[in-house]
């Protein structure tokens, strides 16, 4: 028999929110932990995290910013929602106002303005990694298309 607690959370895609936050035609991201077993592990991928019960996707975002880079971000615009079978990604957009040294990276193996030109590549130099790492497939393509919707 199945509960219908577990049947709800199988067939709920999960909710994420994620900001493109960009500077000087950079786009700043993080290069995930490379510990197995997490989502898109090792690999570069734009700055959010999971919306929490009673949240807002906006008020999630702003709240993993925090955490993730101590950055509170003066605005953030709707880009568009990603809906795949198991999530949806509420994706938001913004200037990044401070240099990279004014962040604080809490989570995450590394950080960095990435161009578009890399992005396009679908790869990126880490300094703190010492190699070259991959971005994310489902980060890439929301950064091209954000690239190819609007002029920065």
Request: glycine share 4%; charged share 15%; net charge positive.
């Given at each position: 028999m199945i509960d219908n607690k577990s049947?709800?959370?199988?067939d709920t895609p999960r909710?994420?929110?994620?900001a493109i936050l960009y500077q000087e035609?950079?786009?700043l991201m993080q290069l995930r932990d490379n510990i197995p077993g997490i989502v898109?592990?090792?690999v570069w991928g734009l700055f959010g995290g999971h919306i929490e019960a009673g949240e807002t996707p906006l008020e999630?975002?702003?709240r993993e910013l925090v955490e993730e880079i101590d950055y509170h971000a003066p605005q953030l615009t709707e880009f568009y929602q990603?809906?795949?079978p198991t999530v949806i990604r509420h994706i938001f957009y913004g200037s990044l106002v401070v240099n990279l040294d004014q962040l604080t990276l809490n989570e995450g193996w590394d950080m960095g303005l990435v161009t578009p030109e890399e992005i396009e590549a679908g790869e990126c130099y880490s300094?703190?990694?010492g190699m070259v790492r991959l971005l994310g497939r489902p980060h890439q393509r929301i950064v091209l298309d954000f690239i190819a919707s609007i002029s920065i």
């Open positions: 049947q709800m959370t199988t909710q994420v929110a994620l035609n950079k786009f898109h592990p090792g999630a975002l702003q990603d809906q795949q300094q703190k990694a």
